[in-house]
């Protein structure tokens, strides 16, 4: 039975529709594939890490990587809960993210052990000593590090830090320090003040902790201990608790020096680190590279430390013995 022509022609412009959709369908999963999905996972909500994850998404928007028009950003955060930070990185290789642009060492270390095989590329950064993470690099040179795995380091300026607290007080003798045994970033720090210490002739008294609930009782034990400041280097665990620093400095009415000029109030002397802002725009720029085609094995891990010193003057107003501030002011 022959079809009127009326249906036909019906029937031509449908299949002729059809043919158009799928043609479309296909184009626009080409174009998808186009343009990248980037996951940025940072470890908790810190001033230190939230700066460094707005430099790092203006670096990507200022080499033209858009989010929602030339890539898809999706932005992670586990609040310093290592089961839901371990979640998060399967969860980002599962989903084939094109690259994961980490934010801290404990980021660093959870998204490289779910990524061995490489199915995800990795940039890290805000990590204090990339070298002893235990994530397979080795050395600042572009073969020492595995070809999925690159990124940058800040470490922390500890032996500035030290530096500082001297030329304000000449005779300091004894500074306590409470840190986290379990972050390979603190134990680095720590590391780097025994030894400005001994060069100083200062005793660096040590409180070590597992987890930011025992930083108070570990801060006033060391005040006890006749200490002339506290010390705070780079330790996530023990920041997120920085205010109990803080309030046992002023009950003993001594000051506390850090590694971190975004917390300089109370009795906190000083802080002096770097402008992790500036930091992200660095590990921006050394996505975006990477998204524009540049082999990794081209590309070096290096350190990135711009200094920001912010001295607190107020904090003289609690202290009993003597700091002077002249020289910084």
């Known amino acids: 039975m022959k079809l009127p022509k009326t249906i036909r022609a019906i029937l031509a412009l449908v299949l002729a529709a059809l043919v158009l959709l799928l043609l479309d369908l296909e184009n626009r999963k080409q174009t998808e594939k186009e343009i990248p ?23 990507l928007k200022q080499r033209g990587f858009i989010d929602g028009e030339t890539c898809n950003i999706k932005q992670y ?3 310093g809960d290592m089961p839901t930070a371990n979640m998060i990185a399967q969860n980002i290789v599962s989903s084939n993210f ?4 980490t934010i801290s060492t404990p980021a ?3 998204m490289a052990n779910a990524n061995k095989e490489g199915k995800v590329m990795h940039i890290f950064s805000a990590v204090t000593d990339p070298y002893i993470s235990g994530v397979g690099i080795t050395g600042t040179e572009p073969h020492q590090h595995p070809k999925h795995l690159v990124g940058i380091g800040t470490f922390q300026p500890v032996e500035e830090a030290f530096d500082i607290a001297v030329k304000m007080k000449p005779d300091l003798k004894k500074v306590g320090t409470v840190w986290c045994t379990s972050e390979v970033c603190s134990e680095a720090c720590v590391r780097l003040a025994r030894k400005k210490c001994d060069e100083y002739g200062i005793e660096l008294v040590e409180m070590s902790v597992e987890s930011s609930t025992q930083v108070w009782e570990a801060a006033m034990s060391l005040t006890m201990r006749g200490i002339d400041a506290l010390w705070l280097g780079g330790d996530n665990v023990v920041e997120s608790a920085i205010d109990q620093l803080i ?34 725009i660095t590990a921006g720029n050394l996505a975006a590279d990477v998204l524009n085609g540049k082999p990794t094995n ?19 107003s609690n202290i009993t013995a003597h700091w002077d501030l002249s020289s910084f002011q």
């Open 108 to 110: 660093l270390q959870t």
């Open 247 to 280: 309030n046992a400095a002023e009950r003993a009415e001594i000051p506390l020096f850090t590694n971190n000029p975004f917390k300089v109030y109370n009795n906190v002397i000083f802080g002096v680190g770097a402008r992790y802002y500036d930091v992200g």
């Open 98 to 101: 094109d690259m994961v642009i």
């Open 298 to 316: 081209e590309i070096g891990v290096r350190n990135v430390v711009p200094n920001n010193l912010v001295v607190n003057p107020k904090a003289l």
């Open 77 to 79: 955060c586990s609040e």
């Open 37 to 59: 999905d980037i996951a940025i996972f940072k470890i908790a909500s810190r001033v230190i890490l939230d700066n460094t994850e707005n430099g790092i998404i203006d670096a």
